[in-house]
């Protein structure tokens, strides 16, 4: 239990978060309000009045046991969750683009290349409404976060930090490094849904020129 009106599943990694949220919120039961994925939980809020949380524990539960939940993470992947995909133009001129390529030892081309021919998942989001964190990434393209954190990042701007991908909804302080910039908005007050890119979605970066 995470209080009274939530219940809190642990896993072992990220992937099956990904599977757990995505069987999870393909079926609500009545008096679930919302599934929300973390970088090793999914937290599953319920109205106590419609929904007891001992039923809420069953059907997670139930839902772990399913073949494939847990026991085949290789299985789990961008392909496998369906649906539509979000293609994000890019302008790869970031400033941390040339470091990021010496550090990877390849040439800006191949690494825009690596990028934009991956199909990435929103696997959660956090640290600032609307900023999704995108799973997927090739082993060729895993860099640190920067050393130093800047104090200013510009909205749009289209990063890499460890196994993640990811696009600053506004601007804020950060740490990714930043490989290019994009002037789709992904997170909106006035829409409805606000977040572009909410957990489960399918995202493909396209380049475009500057």
């Known amino acids: 239990m995470a209080g009274d009106r939530a219940v809190l599943a642990e896993l072992d990694d990220l992937r099956q978060v990904i ?4 069987r999870l919120a393909s079926g609500r039961p009545t008096g679930v309000v919302d599934v929300i994925p973390a970088a090793r939980t999914v937290l599953v809020a319920f109205d106590p009045g419609l929904v007891s949380p001992e039923v809420v524990s069953e059907w997670i539960g139930g839902t772990v ?7 085949e993470p290789a299985a ?3 392909a ?3 649906g539509a995909v979000v293609e994000i133009p890019v302008h790869y001129a970031g400033e941390d683009l040339a470091e990021v390529c010496a550090l990877l030892d390849c040439t800006e081309p191949e690494l825009v290349a690596l990028h934009t021919g991956t199909e990435f998942t929103v696997a ?3 640290f600032a409404p609307g900023f999704a964190y995108l799973t997927g990434l090739p082993s060729g393209l895993r860099v640190p976060r920067r050393r130093s954190p800047r104090t200013t990042v510009p909205a749009g701007s289209v990063a890499l930090a460890d196994e993640f991908s990811g696009v600053y909804p506004r601007e804020s302080p950060g740490g990714w490094q930043l490989i290019g910039r994009t002037d789709t908005v992904v997170f909106d007050l006035d829409r409805d849904p606000p977040a572009l890119l909410p957990p489960g979605t399918r995202v493909r970066f396209v380049q475009v020129s500057p």
């Open 19 to 22: 599977r757990l949220h995505q």
């Open 65 to 71: 046991d399913l073949p494939g939940t847990t026991a």
């Open 76 to 78: 789990v992947g961008a």
């Open 80 to 82: 496998a969750l369906g």
């Open 124 to 126: 959660f989001c956090g």
